[in-house]
C-alpha cells in the first residue's frame, strides 16, 4: 500500500516538473506558490532522492514476497503434477484390471462355449435307449418319452413288416454310439407340431459337446434327409448334407453298402424307370390296388415326387415306402 502512494506521488511530482519547467506560473497558480524554475527542479530532484532510497529499501521485500508467491505457485503445481500422476496411475490401474478382468471372461467363455451343459439356458435329459437312427428314448423329469428326430430317415432295423434295410445295422449301430449313456437336449420346430400320430415328440437333439445328431448323422451317410409334408427349419440344411454324402458316396450311398441278406433303403433304388412315357402324374390316376408289386408303386411313387408330392396318396404314413401291403 505505501509503496504504491510513493509511485503516485512520483508520478504527481514529475507532471508538476514538466508543468513548472513549461510554464511556472501555471504551476504557482495550482499550488499557490511562487516558485522559480530552479525551485521546481530542486524539489522535484529531492523527491527522486527520497523515491530512490524508498524503492532500494523495499526492492528486497517484494523480491522475496514475488518470490515466495512463486515458490507458492510452483509447489502448487508440482501437487497439481503429482496429484494427476497419481490419479494416471490408478486409472492405468483400473484399466489393467479391466483387461485382466476382461481376459478372465474371455477365457470363461471359451470354457463355456466347448460344452453346452455350462450354459443354464439348456435342459439336458438322460438317453434311455437307442431304438434305431432316427428314434430314440430319454428320461424326461422321471417320464419316459420316445423322440422322432424331425427331418431325418434312417434304414429300418426293428419294424416287424419290413425286412432290415441297406445300412440299417450300421446306422442303428452308429446312433448307438453317438447316443447311449449321452445326454442330449431337445429343440423343437413349431412346422412340425409337438407330435406325431404316434404319439413321439418331433424335436432335434444336441449332445453336451454341442453335436448337432440329426445333420450329422445325414452329413456321414448314416440316413437321408426326410420332410414329412411341410418343410421344417433345417430343410435346406439337411438337403445339401445329404448331397454331398452322396457325392462323397459315404455310408449308405457306397456302391458296396447293402449286404445280400438286406433290402435297399428307398432312396437307393432307382428314382425312375427306363420308360417314363406310361407313368401319369395327375392326381387320382393310381391307388395301391394298382400295382401288382411293391417295387411297381415305388417306382410311380418316387417318379411323381414321392415324399414330398404324394399325390396318388400311396405312401399312407409318409415313412417313404409306397403301398407297403404289397409283396
Not at 94 to 103: A, D, F, L, M, V
Not at 157 to 166: A, I, L, N, S
Not at 197 to 204: A, F, I, P, S
Request: glycine share 4%.
Amino acid at each position: 500500500m505505501i509503496e504504491a502512494i510513493f509511485i503516485l506521488l512520483f508520478f504527481a511530482s514529475l507532471i508538476f516538473l514538466i508543468i513548472g519547467t513549461i510554464n511556472p506560473k501555471i504551476l504557482n497558480k495550482l499550488i499557490k506558490a511562487n516558485l522559480t524554475r530552479k525551485k521546481i527542479v530542486l524539489i522535484f530532484g529531492v523527491l527522486s532522492f527520497i523515491f530512490f532510497i524508498f524503492i532500494g529499501l523495499t526492492a528486497p521485500k517484494l523480491e522475496k514476497q514475488i518470490s515466495e508467491e512463486n515458490i507458492e505457485k510452483i509447489s502448487e503445481t508440482q501437487r497439481l503434477t503429482e496429484d494427476t500422476n497419481i490419479n494416471q496411475e490408478n486409472s492405468d490401474d483400473i484399466k489393467s484390471e479391466n483387461i485382466e478382468t476382461t481376459k478372465i471372461e474371455e477365457t470363461q467363455t471359451v470354457v463355456s462355449s466347448s460344452t453346452e451343459s455350462t450354459n443354464p439356458k439348456y435342459i439336458y435329459y438322460s438317453v434311455i435307449s437307442v431304438v434305431d437312427g432316427d428314434t430314440i428314448k430319454i428320461d424326461m423329469n422321471d417320464t419316459q418319452e420316445t423322440l422322432r428326430l424331425i427331418g431325418i430317415d434312417t434304414p429300418e432295423t426293428v419294424d416287424p413288416r419290413k425286412p432290415v434295410q441297406c445300412f440299417g445295422i450300421e446306422a442303428s449301430n452308429k446312433a448307438k454310439e453317438l447316443l447311449s449313456g449321452k445326454k442330449i437336449r431337445i429343440e423343437k420346430d413349431v412346422s412340425q407340431g409337438d407330435r406325431d400320430k404316434y404319439n413321439r415328440l418331433l424335436v432335434y437333439i444336441y449332445r453336451e459337446d454341442g453335436l448337432f445328431y440329426n445333420k450329422y448323422i445325414i452329413e456321414e451317410g448314416y440316413a437321408q434327409e426326410y420332410t414329412y409334408n411341410i418343410p421344417y427349419k433345417y430343410q435346406t440344411e439337411f438337403k445339401q448334407a445329404e448331397t454331398e454324402a452322396r457325392a462323397l458316396k459315404k455310408g449308405l450311398w457306397a456302391d458296396d453298402a447293402c449286404l445280400e441278406s438286406q433290402t435297399e433303403f428307398p432312396s437307393t433304388k432307382t428314382q425312375i424307370p427306363a420308360d417314363t412315357s406310361a407313368i401319369t402324374c395327375s392326381s387320382n390316376t393310381y391307388n395301391c390296388t394298382d400295382f401288382k408289386t411293391h417295387a411297381e408303386a415305388q417306382q410311380v411313387f418316387n417318379y411323381c415326387g414321392g415324399v414330398n408330392n404324394d399325390i396318388h396318396k400311396l405312401d399312407s404314413d409318409g415313412d417313404g415306402v409306397a403301398c407297403e401291403s404289397l409283396p
